[in-house]
C-alpha cells in the first residue's frame, strides 16, 4: 500500500475541519508535534497524518505507518503491521489490546496506491473519492488503530475489509473509509466502543486512474507518481497479419444452381429435361450456354460437318423435345439437353451422320413416313430420329 497526502502543515490543518450533521460546533485539528511534509508517495514505515481525539479536542499529528503493539519486546520487536482486517482484529493479540482500550485515529490522506495483479505485471492505480478532480482530490479520511511502545513514536495502521463489488477489479481489500464528518467524529468518539464504532465504517463509492511506474520507488515523492498513464494503443500487427492471410485463403467452389425443368409429356419414364426459350437462354459461338447460372454444353452445326444441313455461320442447331406425335406448343420449341457426363466419343463417334452409316431408313412412329437414315426428324411431322439421339441424357441422368 502508498497513500498520497500533498498537502502540508497550515494548508492541511484548514482542510480538516469537521462540522456535525445536527449544526452543532465545528471541530478544527490543530497540529500537535511536527507537521507533515506534503508527499506525493507516502510508503510504509514512513509518516502519515493522522487525527486523534484529545481532551482539548482533535489533535493532528504524524505517525509512523506500521503498528508495533506496547506488549512487544524492546529487544526484539514484532514485525510492524501496515493493515488489521477489520473481520479479526478483536481477536487478534497484536490489535486486541488498542481496539478495547479504544486508540482509534483517522488517517488523513487525499488518496492511496492500488496494485493490479494482470497476469505476471503489477499495475499501479492511484484511487480517490469519487466525482473529485485528479489533480487535487478532497481529502479521505481512514479509519485505523494506533498504540505507544514506551518511549518510542506512535505507530498506526489502517483498518481494511473486503471490497466493494465494483473495486474488486482492482484489489480484493480496501481500506475501512469514513464517509462524513459525523462518521469521523463517532469513530474519535472515547466513550464509543470499538464493537459499535465499527458500524461507521463503509464502502464508499470510487474513482480510479492508471499511473505510472514511478510510484513504485519510495525515493521518488514528487507530482510524477500521480500523472495519469496516456491510454495504451493497442497493436495492430498481430490483427492486420490475421486479416491478410484470411485474404489470401482459397475461396470454396462454388456449386451451380440448378436448372429448372419441366416434367416431358408422353414418355413411359420419370425423366426430366431442360427446356430452354429466349428468356433463359443465351448462346455464344462456343456452344455454351447459361441456364439460371448454369453453363451447359450444347449441340452447334461443327458436329454435323457431313450432314449437308448447315445453317448461317455461329448459329445452333435446334433440336425438338421427344414427345407425342401430336402437334404441341412444346414440340415445335426450341430445346437444348446436358450431354451425357460419361467418358466423352471421338469426335467421329459423336457425328450423327457418320452414326447413321450402316442403317436402314427408319420409320416414323406418328405417321409412317420412311425416312433416311441420316434424318434427324420425320419430314412431314416432325418426330425426332430417337436412334440419333442416344446420346442426349436427361437432367435426372446427369
Known amino acids: 500500500g502508498r497513500a498520497r497526502c500533498a498537502l502540508g502543515g497550515d494548508a492541511l490543518r484548514k482542510r480538516c475541519v469537521l462540522t456535525p450533521a445536527d449544526g452543532g460546533a465545528k471541530s478544527e485539528a490543530k497540529w500537535v508535534g511536527p507537521e507533515h511534509q506534503a508527499s506525493f508517495n507516502i510508503a510504509p514505515t514512513q509518516r502519515l497524518p493522522v487525527m486523534v481525539r484529545a481532551a482539548d479536542g482533535i489533535n493532528l499529528q504524524t505517525m509512523k505507518w506500521g503498528f508495533v503493539p506496547r506488549w512487544a519486546k524492546l529487544e526484539h520487536p514484532t514485525k510492524a503491521l501496515i493493515n488489521a482486517r477489520v473481520e479479526t482484529m478483536m481477536e487478534k493479540p497484536t490489535f486486541r489490546a488498542a481496539a478495547a482500550q479504544g486508540l482509534r485515529c483517522v488517517v488523513v490522506t487525499e488518496g492511496f496506491y492500488e496494485w493490479q495483479v494482470a497476469g505476471r505485471e503489477r499495475l499501479p492505480y492511484f484511487v480517490h473519492h469519487r466525482g473529485g478532480s485528479k489533480t487535487e482530490p478532497p481529502l479521505m ?6 498504540d505507544i511502545r514506551g ?3 506512535p505507530t498506526c495502521c489502517i483498518i481494511t475489509l473486503h471490497a466493494s463489488h465494483e473495486f474488486e477489479a482492482i484489489h480484493e481489500r480496501m481500506p475501512a473509509i469514513l464517509a462524513s464528518d459525523d462518521a469521523v467524529l463517532r469513530w ?6 470499538t464493537e459499535k464504532a465499527l458500524g ?10 492508471r499511473v505510472g ?3 513504485g520507488s519510495v525515493q521518488i515523492k514528487s507530482a510524477e507518481c500521480c500523472e495519469p498513464l496516456p491510454p495504451q494503443k493497442r497493436s495492430t500487427f498481430l490483427t492486420g497479419w490475421l ?3 484470411a485474404a489470401t485463403k482459397e475461396q470454396p467452389p462454388i456449386k451451380a444452381q440448378s436448372t429448372r425443368s419441366h416434367k416431358v409429356e408422353g414418355r413411359d419414364d420419370d425423366d426430366d429435361c431442360v427446356v430452354l426459350d429466349d428468356a433463359t437462354t443465351s448462346t455464344a459461338s462456343s456452344g455454351v450456354v447459361c441456364v439460371d447460372g448454369a453453363d451447359i454444353a450444347i449441340l452447334t452445326d461443327a458436329d454435323d460437318e457431313e450432314s449437308g444441313e ?5 448459329a445452333t442447331q435446334k433440336m425438338p423435345i421427344p414427345c407425342n406425335a401430336d402437334s404441341s406448343p412444346k414440340r415445335k420449341a426450341a430445346v437444348q439437353t ?6 466423352a466419343q471421338p469426335t467421329d463417334a459423336c457425328s450423327p451422320s457418320k452414326r447413321a452409316r450402316g442403317l436402314s431408313a427408319w420409320s416414323c412412329p406418328d405417321c409412317t413416313l420412311q425416312n433416311e437414315a441420316a434424318a434427324r426428324c420425320c419430314a412431314v411431322c416432325g418426330a425426332p430420329n430417337l436412334r440419333l439421339v442416344s446420346d442426349v441424357v436427361t437432367v435426372a441422368d446427369a
Open 243 to 245: 486479416a491478410k492471410s
Open 188 to 193: 474519535l468518539d472515547p466513550k464509543l466502543p
Open 310 to 314: 448447315q445453317e448461317e455461320s455461329g
Open 213 to 215: 511506474p514511478a510510484v
Open 151 to 153: 518511549e518510542d513514536e
Open 200 to 209: 461507521s465504517l463503509s464502502q464508499c463509492p470510487l474513482d480510479w486512474f
Open 338 to 343: 446436358v450431354r451425357d457426363p460419361r467418358p
Open 141 to 146: 479520511y481512514m479509519a485505523g488503530l494506533f
